[in-house]
């Protein structure tokens, strides 16, 4: 009995904390236009198997300390979570190089920095591989996701001043105070290497057989994708380098553009990564349990999914989201397919941790898994906001859906309490206002009461379920009016929100343009901003 219960615990441990033993198993993402020259991409996943002899991770610069505060307490808050991967990567046999660069006179006696030292130069050094990387060819498709010319200090002046007068207090320089790695990360003085030189750590990869790097450190747009062993130089050279996008951090000031939080401002360029530089992994995947967050970043996460031909939602959408949600939410993408329009990749993962869902979906069946995910969702209660053609995303009319996928005609009734029918004439355009019992909702907050001019066609939506609230009508000269925007409470407990309003001309309206946020908040549970600018600032001249 005792020996068994011993084996137990031993299987469940293991089981536990993946990759404690053999291989690694590593889900690596990344983003893949979805056509040439689309602009869109999809987020996706796959699956790689890695001899951990064959694999290091690199720590990048984190430092004991840094002229921003708050990057310090950023670090010293997931430098925990480092320590564990650390050590339970260099237990599997992983290799670990810390490279906390400019840093290399306080290990000078260090067996780790020795070890580094001896490692004969390799006989295939890439050129430039001793200097810093500010771009590798596949970015130029790309538009620098973030303005960093201020050198992305996030402290409040008044913090930020006092900060430097305590780092001269102590005798330091508060422009460059760090002079070694942080404590909280243990070097192995038997295993591990130090080095901050690209050719010295290109070298112990070529003499050890690693072609799998792991980086991890800060800040990532800036070290890690630049210094002579980032992300850039690693992966032009032929490395299968990857980030492990929840062990860095960004220097980003929420007061430059895009003006999005600190958080997304680190999305955009794990995302700008992912398209055009290398994949990602996280730090579960090594020891277990879910990815880490820093503390402070509570961002509902909205997922927006786009397949519709006729109204350019996937474009209009992904700009007004990133324009005015990227301050108080983290928001993902799902594009359609562009060869296959019954499919929609990337959408089962996106909808595992969404809080929010907003569709812009015309008549389509999908693959029975991303069709179970959409249900699935829905049945747990979550918000769910539908533009336009939502209303009949899943319907072909009742036709037998293509083998392998699914569809949904009752999602209209069942998500939105609607009664979609048709609409009326393009030519027609229509008067769109606040109905008369409608006045005091949240979503409404801040719409002028003014009549507004629909360029798109009226749909035909009456009647709604009596058990509705109706938001906004619209009627077209000779017409009964119709319903164009309301909520609804669902049989599952889910609250939802529907408009037919998103022809491509609403998005330019900042009627249509608050009524939208402000579903998004109101769906969220956040409270709903009380000004907004819709005047979208222009992105920086310099990007890079």
């Avoid at 350019?312 to 329009?341: H, I, M, Q, W």
Wanted: proline share 7%.
């Amino acid at each position: 009995m005792y020996q068994s219960q011993i084996v137990s615990c031993l299987l469940a441990f293991v089981f536990a904390v993946p990759c404690l033993a053999g291989d690694l198993e590593m889900t690596l993402r990344y983003q893949k236009e979805t056509s040439p020259d689309s602009g869109r991409y999809h987020q996706l996943t796959r699956q790689e198997t890695w001899k951990p002899s064959e694999t290091a991770i690199i720590v990048c610069d984190v430092w004991d300390l840094h002229h921003c505060q708050n990057a310090v307490l950023r670090a010293q808050e997931f430098a925990p979570r480092l320590e564990r991967v650390l050590t339970t990567a260099r237990e599997q046999g992983v290799t670990i190089i810390h490279a906390p660069s400019g840093c290399m006179n306080h290990y000078a006696e260090h067996p780790a920095r020795k070890r580094a030292q001896l490692v004969a130069p390799s006989p295939t050094l890439p050129d430039e591989i001793t200097k810093w990387c500010y771009q590798i060819p596949a970015e130029e498709k790309g538009v620098y996701p973030l303005d960093q010319t201020d050198g992305g200090e996030d402290d409040e002046p008044e913090q930020h001043a006092k900060w430097a007068a305590e780092l001269e207090s102590r005798g330091l320089n508060p422009r460059a105070p760090w002079s070694k790695q942080t404590d909280l990360l243990t070097i192995d003085s038997d295993k591990d290497y130090i080095s901050d030189k690209g050719d010295e750590i290109w070298s112990i990869l070529t003499a050890k057989g690693i072609d799998n790097v792991i980086l991890t450190g800060v800040h990532t747009n800036m070290c890690v994708l630049g210094r002579p062993f980032g992300l850039r130089q690693l992966s032009k050279n032929g490395k299968n380098v990857v980030l492990m996008r929840d062990m860095t951090d960004t220097m980003y000031n929420p007061g430059a553009w895009p003006y999005v939080s600190h958080f997304t401002g680190t999305d955009r360029i794990i995302s700008h990564i992912e398209k055009f530089v290398a994949p990602t992994v996280s730090s579960d995947q090594l020891i277990g349990g879910k990815p880490f967050v820093l503390q402070g970043d509570d961002r509902p996460h909205v997922v927006i999914v786009m397949a519709e031909a006729e109204y350019e939602t996937n474009r209009t959408l992904p700009k007004f989201a990133s324009s005015y949600l990227g301050k108080d939410f983290r928001v993902s993408y799902c594009f359609e397919n562009d060869s296959n329009r019954d499919d929609i990749p990337g959408l089962d993962t996106a909808l595992s941790t969404a809080d929010v869902l907003v569709l812009s979906v015309r008549r389509r069946a999908l693959p029975v898994k991303q069709m179970d995910a959409v249900r699935n969702y829905v049945a747990s209660g979550k918000p769910v906001i539908g533009i336009r053609t939502a209303c009949h995303a899943f319907s072909i009319h009742g036709k037998q859906p293509p083998a392998g996928t699914a569809t949904w005609e009752a999602f209209d009734p069942e998500v939105f309490g609607g009664n979609y029918h048709g609409h009326f004439s393009n030519k027609l355009t229509s008067l769109v206002e606040v109905a008369s019992a409608a006045a005091d909702h949240p979503i409404l907050q801040g719409i002028s009461h003014e009549p507004y001019t629909q360029r798109g066609s009226l749909y035909k939506t009456s009647p709604i379920v009596d058990s509705a609230k109706l938001l906004l009508v619209g009627a077209i000269e000779g017409e009964s009016q119709e319903p164009v925007a309301w909520t609804f409470d669902r049989a599952d407990g889910g609250k939802s929100f529907f408009t037919s309003l998103g022809h491509k001309t609403d998005f330019d309206q900042p009627m249509f343009q608050r009524l939208v946020l402000n579903s998004i908040y109101w769906a969220a549970g956040q409270p709903i901003p009380v000004e907004v600018d819709f005047e979208i600032p222009a992105e920086p001249v310099k990007k890079w």
